[in-house]
């Protein structure tokens, strides 16, 4: 017993600290994206004299910028909701992650299960449920700092919320209910067995995409952040470090929506014809590891793509798209798939 | 204007058709002209900057950027200090102290004395150049203009000289017209440029 929670606590620790890190070089990706989306070349210096291309030192020296610069607390601010904030931010991203299988988890037998807290059979109501709690960290951060674009960020990123959790957890039951199952292994396994969830519930897969792109706050629905009009919204007081954990738990939260993108909808560490849930050794288990990893990449490349290509929404298209667009479309979908799967899938 | 107006025009938005109101061939093909910006950074080195230090970026030729007194053929100062373009300056940073000019120089009646431009209000809008009705003064293409205190970047004269001789064959005057008037008897008189 007292090993098994040592495995457990080895595993967090390297699982916390690669996302970590990935964060830090999702940064630099992105602003690499960015450069090339502008013409432009982005960071190629930092790491020059020590030999390193490509400026890929560039995450160190800002997480070391993030670290050294002068943390300013305003004397408006509500001191202990102001830092607190920050701190929700980012442990809502991280927790959000246990249920998220980074690679194979199979049958009791496998030598490690990919995923921090394995076989979880409500995991997915589990990662909707925490990543709701993300909005709190916005909505004190606006509500401490005492400024009203903060204020106002805050407040637009509650309502983007709520408009967005209701189509974001309709999208996906359609895969549910073909799938039989609310674990994530469970969804994979069987897109394993038949098809990639994207080719069954295509309507599914675009509901849950736009509004995963709400929920993480990203363009085109950054409206708790927009630099034009909201200097920054709901950071615009937070400075260093403190800044800096809204923006690692932003990332976070970008990997997550990716993780859970491609498993519900990409067949998650399945390569038709390749990789199948019966083979069990290590080899097949790094391998599909790798697939995993891959494909996420892939969708994270995707997301600051789109970053780059569309503008912001207006609040009342946003407000529309949620309302008037998306929860129709979900409720149709989520009609229509219910029905096929009880007069037809299940009676086979 | 009245509303009933026959003139008046109404224009009514374009009608979407159902492809363009779920806004996805829209995405699609935006998705596609950052993905050409993306991949021919990336890949096909079409960067539009320049790397600075190590490449140096050449502007172009009406580039308005640090001020030159051109001299004529004779390495005189063009300048007859006739305040056209002290006038002529919306941020006033141009200082001329005109006098006679020596016997030696037939040509014209005064030269600046004292020319000074301070680089720090000029607007680089170009305004001394076209007011300017002898040539004499310009903008070159010189564009890291930096220094460590306000009093150097206050170009006096000489400075200002100098940074003709620097950038003459680079770029040789915009009007070589030479001023007209019989040449100086003889070509000492190095005098007024100090």
Excluded at chain 2, 147 to 173: C, N, W, Y
Aim: glycine share 8%; net charge neutral; proline share 7%.
């Amino acid at each position: 017993m007292l090993w098994v929670a040592i495995g457990i606590l080895l595993k967090i620790l390297v699982v916390v600290s690669i996302a970590l890190g990935t964060v830090a070089y999702l940064i630099y990706v992105e602003r690499k994206v960015a450069a090339y989306a502008q013409d432009r070349v982005g960071p190629n210096r930092a790491g020059k004299e020590l030999g390193i291309p490509f400026g890929l030192l560039q995450p160190l020296a800002d997480g070391a910028k993030m670290v050294l610069k002068e943390d300013v607390i305003p004397g408006y601010v509500s001191r202990p909701l102001y830092m607190l904030a920050p701190v929700i931010a980012i442990v809502a991203a991280m927790i959000g992650f246990a249920v998220v299988p980074f690679g194979p988890v199979g049958p009791p037998k496998q030598i490690m299960d990919f995923q921090i807290a394995p076989n979880i059979n409500i995991g997915i109501l589990y990662v909707f449920a925490i990543g709701s709690l993300a909005v709190y960290g916005i909505i004190l951060a606006g509500w401490a700092s005492n400024n009203k674009y903060a204020f106002i960020g805050a407040l637009r990123s509650s309502a983007q919320l709520i408009s967005y959790e209701i189509p974001l957890g309709m999208s996906i039951l359609g895969i549910v209910l073909i799938a039989g199952s609310l674990d994530l292994n469970q969804i994979v396994n069987w897109q394993d067995r038949r098809v990639w969830g994207v080719f069954v519930q295509p309507i599914g897969f675009l509901l849950f995409l736009v509004s995963a792109f709400a929920e993480t706050n990203r363009l085109p629905f950054d409206l708790p952040e927009s630099e034009q009009e909201l200097v920054g919204g709901y950071h615009t007081e937070y400075s260093a470090m403190k800044f800096g954990m809204f923006f690692l738990g932003e990332y976070l939260n970008v990997i997550t929506v990716s993780y859970l993108t491609v498993i519900l909808f990409f067949g998650g560490w399945d390569l038709p014809f390749v990789l199948d849930q019966n083979q069990t050794g290590f080899i097949s288990a790094v391998f599909k590891v790798m697939v995993l990893l891959f494909k996420v990449a892939l969708m994270i490349l995707f997301i600051m793509w789109v970053r780059w290509t569309l503008p912001r929404f207006r609040y009342d298209q946003l407000m529309d798209l949620a309302w008037k667009s998306l929860i129709p479309l979900a409720l149709v979908n989520l009609v229509a798939t219910a029905a096929i799967v009880q007069l037809i899938y299940s009676s086979r | 204007m009245r509303a009933d107006d026959p003139k008046l025009m109404r224009i009514e938005p374009p009608k979407l058709t159902l492809a363009e109101r779920f806004f996805l061939p829209q995405i699609a093909e935006g998705l596609g002209v950052t993905g050409r910006h993306v991949v021919g950074v990336a890949f096909q080195k079409k960067a539009i900057t320049v790397q600075y230090p190590e490449e140096q970026h050449v502007p172009s030729p009406n580039y308005r950027g640090v001020h030159r007194l051109n001299k004529d053929e004779h390495d005189r100062i063009k300048c007859v200090a006739c305040m056209l373009c002290a006038t002529a300056c919306p941020a006033h940073c141009i200082d001329i102290v005109g006098a006679t000019a020596p016997a030696s120089w037939p040509d014209r009646e005064k030269y600046p004395e004292s020319f000074v431009i301070d680089e720090l209000r000029c607007i680089f809008c170009g305004m001394c150049e076209e007011a300017c009705p002898v040539e004499a003064i310009e903008l070159t293409g010189l564009y890291d203009l930096t220094g460590l205190s306000r009093e150097q970047m206050i170009f006096d004269k000489t400075k200002l000289l100098s940074v003709f001789d620097a950038t003459k064959d680079a770029e040789p005057m915009k009007y070589a017209a030479p001023l007209s008037g019989p040449a100086p008897e003889t070509k000492m008189l190095p005098s007024p440029l100090d």
